[in-house]
């Protein structure tokens, strides 16, 4: 059973920093490409950012330059760094890995899904 906890979420001021980690276990094959995604009240789950094991990364344009996804394969976990916070940015975070090593924005690339952290931003 694949299981993916992710943590850092929280309440911050606009402008502000979070770091968001998301562990996987349970795989033997952890090569697929890891990604964060994020559902706000109301709205459909969208794409934020990918990485593959060999740590190409790839984003979401209104995120580009704000936040930075990385990876440590050694500990089966990835990261988001996000900065310069935006009001809109508030939204439940979902981690998700799959069977593809490449990067994909379509929630239908990803097999596995965690539970989300929530960010709150305020102003």
């Known amino acids: 059973q694949v299981q993916l906890v992710e943590s850092g979420g929280g309440l911050v001021q606009t402008g502000g920093s979070l770091r968001l980690s998301c562990t996987a276990s349970?795989?033997?094959?952890?090569?697929?490409?890891m990604a964060w995604f994020r559902q706000a009240p109301g709205e459909e789950r969208a794409f934020v950012a990918a990485?593959?094991?060999?740590?190409?990364?790839y984003y979401a344009d209104s995120v580009k330059g704000r936040f930075t996804i990385s990876r440590d394969n050694n500990k089966n976990t990835v990261y988001l760094q996000m900065n310069s916070l935006k009001r809109e940015d508030t939204a439940v975070y979902l981690c998700?890995?799959?069977?593809?090593?490449?990067?994909?924005?379509?929630?239908?690339?990803?097999?596995?899904w965690g539970q989300g952290t929530q960010v709150t931003v305020s102003s």
């Open positions: 349970g795989r033997t094959d952890n090569s697929g490409a």
């Open positions: 990485i593959t094991w060999s740590l190409y990364q």
């Open positions: 998700a890995t799959g069977d593809y090593r490449d990067v994909f924005a379509t929630t239908n690339a990803y097999r596995y």
